[in-house]
């Protein structure tokens, strides 16, 4: 039923080798503390047979030493089933089929002899012995112990090898028996049999463990050792995906070059811009954690760790630089240490102490640098990922900027008698700060704002905001562009940050008495075509909020004169220069006005696309806003 079972599991899921160690082990002590029980039986019988010597405690006895026989192969073979059924064989089924016969076979023979039970009926010892033979040929293949037994830990193949020993020594009396009195229900044939085929089968597999554990124990440190590093590396690389959290990637690497180097004090150095920023440390021992940090801490020693800009062991410190830290006991001779680079920069150093001199090797050396490797890793890993919050963060703001940016701007240009406008706005990827407004003063004069401020997403947004704010609350009895600019100037100086720079243009047209005036501050001139001359506005005038309002209204002046009918003037930012002179904007408006020359227009809208298709010939990504309104003036009564 049991090698059934086995036979007929599929996708058996095989154990690693150093857990099937810690199993064998595990099986091991069981069918010691049987056969110890089963020693321990006789030796209680030994004693009451020395004391009292009476048939029936010797038929006990003899009873009780089969049915512990029989338990104990039984348990054997369960063992051995399992053991088999868990191997890494190809052959495994093979092996398995090939001892459930045999098993079935010896016990068949035994059975027969045993029922029969006459000197006509006898199983030669030939034939025996052929089959326990078998078992044990059986046994040792199918328990290859050499490829589990080296990569189980040093304790698991101590105990195995004293657990083993035990086992040889309890078993190898039951290869000498050669009679035994006959019971109620067993022969002594079948008796001697049984523990031929035990002895022998547990000798095979407990000799071959024995063996290799004598093998293996010398060397079992030094492959813990590579397999405890193995595993941290593995489990470093498991923390390093969390690098969006440092502090436990730093104390994670400090305990593990610890433990890694015979619980050693390890230190992590972390520096910014060449100076010490913060120090982790480690060491399963509180005092001697204070004492290597008072250690570390000593000029002299931060001195030498400063100057070490490359992996370093020293491996014995100079008495005459540490006689202090001696007298005080604290007696460190080893020192390793592993630096990490970022950007060129030191980024931080781990270090570990040790008090025996020539304590650290290469390998050690090697071990810490591929967890500074995986700090490494980290950090990169953590700086991709700041950046990434950042970049979303920033396009979360470009796209609020950017709504702004379409509020405050007019959704319909109005409409007038004597003006027709046209415009075109153009966001940059970033979103600048371009707004333009045009404002009804009163029945007879209406004011074109066009303004730039600089910077992008939401810095440049709110400070739009804010002067368009300050637009729109501006109320005079005594209204002019010139005292609107000076209002602006006044209420922004001292009020905004001064690497924000805000340029803003102002054309009042006068309907009533057929003028036009131009206010700039800080902003590019008018374009203005009439009858075919093509002249730039340039009033003087500085940007706001960079002076005071008394140097700024001195500084500020218009320029006013009569419109002709058929007048075009032209607004613009300095996007749509920068695009069409390719950054020169001293071309960019050379360009502008070879537009307006060139052809003769019959609307504001075709002077438009003609100046959008010129810019779109030049590119379609912009690093900036690009603003443009274009005003014709039409005299109706001279129609």
Request: hydrophobic share 45%.
């Amino acid at each position: 039923m049991l090698i059934t079972i086995f036979l007929n599991q599929k996708g058996t899921e095989y154990t690693s080798s150093s857990k099937f160690g810690q199993k064998f082990l595990d099986n091991t002590k069981t069918l010691a503390f049987v056969t110890l029980t089963y020693l321990g039986f006789n030796l209680v019988f030994v004693a009451l047979n020395w004391f009292i010597s009476a048939k029936i405690i010797k038929f006990i006895r003899n009873e009780l030493d089969f049915i512990f026989l029989l338990i104990i192969a039984f348990i054997f073979l369960s063992y051995q089933f399992s053991w088999l059924a868990q191997s890494k064989k190809k052959n495994r089924k093979t092996l398995i089929i090939s001892l459930y016969f045999a098993l079935i076979l010896y016990a068949t023979l035994l059975i027969i002899e045993h029922i029969f039970n006459s000197p006509d009926f006898v199983v030669s010892n030939d034939l025996t012995y052929f089959l326990i033979f078998t078992f044990a040929v059986l046994f040792f293949f199918s328990f290859n112990v050499k490829n589990w037994l080296p990569l189980s830990s040093r304790n698991t193949q101590k105990q195995i090898l004293w657990y083993s020993l035990l086992m040889v020594g309890a078993f190898i009396p039951f290869l000498s028996i050669e009679t035994k009195e006959i019971g109620i229900y067993f022969s002594s044939s079948f008796f001697l049999n049984i523990s031929k085929f035990l002895g022998f089968s547990l000798l095979v597999t407990y000799v071959r463990s024995l063996y290799n554990a004598i093998i293996s124990l010398p060397f079992s440190k030094v492959l813990e050792q590579k397999v405890y590093e193995v595993n941290t590396l593995t489990y470093l690389s498991k923390i390093v995906r969390n690098f969006n959290n440092l502090e436990i990637i730093y104390d994670a690497i400090v305990e593990l070059a610890s433990n890694s180097m015979k619980r050693s004090p390890s230190f992590l150095i972390l520096y910014d811009d060449h100076k010490v920023n913060k120090v982790r440390s480690y060491s399963q021992n509180e005092i001697e954690k204070r004492e290597a940090e008072f250690f570390i801490q000593r000029k002299e020693i931060q001195e030498i760790i400063y100057g070490i800009e490359k992996p370093t062991i020293l491996p014995s410190l100079s008495d005459k630089l540490f006689k202090n830290a001696k007298a005080s006991g604290i007696n460190y001779e080893s020192l390793c240490l592993v630096p990490l680079f970022y950007n060129d920069k030191i980024y931080a150093k781990l270090v570990v102490l040790n008090k025996i001199p020539y304590f650290f090797d290469e390998d050690d050396l090697s071990l810490l640098a591929s967890y500074i490797e995986t700090l490494s890793i980290s950090i990169e890993g953590n700086n991709l990922l700041k950046q990434t919050i950042e970049k979303e963060k920033y396009k979360q703001e470009l796209i609020i900027a950017r709504e702004i940016q379409s509020n405050f701007l007019p959704k319909v240009l109005p409409k007038f008698d004597n003006l027709e406008l046209d415009s075109f706005f153009k966001p940059s990827e970033e979103v600048g700060g371009d707004f333009y407004d045009i404002i009804k003063v009163d029945n007879e004069k209406i004011l074109i704002l066009v303004g730039d401020v600089s910077g992008k997403g939401m810095s440049a947004a709110f400070y739009m905001v804010l002067l368009k704010g300050i637009i729109l609350s501006y109320n005079s009895d005594n209204f002019s562009v010139q005292n609107l600019f000076c209002h602006l100037n006044k209420t922004l100086y001292n009020q905004i940050d001064r690497r924000i720079h805000i340029t803003i243009s102002g054309l009042l047209f006068d309907l009533k008495n057929k003028t036009f005036e131009y206010f700039r501050a800080g902003h590019f001139p008018l374009i203005c075509s009439c009858n075919g001359t093509i002249e730039f506005v340039n009033p003087k005038g500085l940007g706001l909020a960079l002076v005071s309002d008394k140097f700024f209204s001195e500084q500020l002046s218009g320029i006013k004169k009569l419109l002709q009918s058929e007048s075009y003037f032209v607004l613009y930012t300095d996007g749509l220069v920068e695009v069409l002179g390719q950054k020169d904007t001293r071309l960019g408006l050379e360009k502008l006005k070879q537009i307006l020359q060139t052809t003769v227009y019959n609307s504001a809208t075709e002077l438009k696309n003609n100046i959008i298709e010129e810019v779109n010939r030049n590119g379609t990504i912009f690093d900036d806003d690009i603003t443009l309104l274009v005003v014709k003036y039409i005299n109706n009564k001279e129609k």
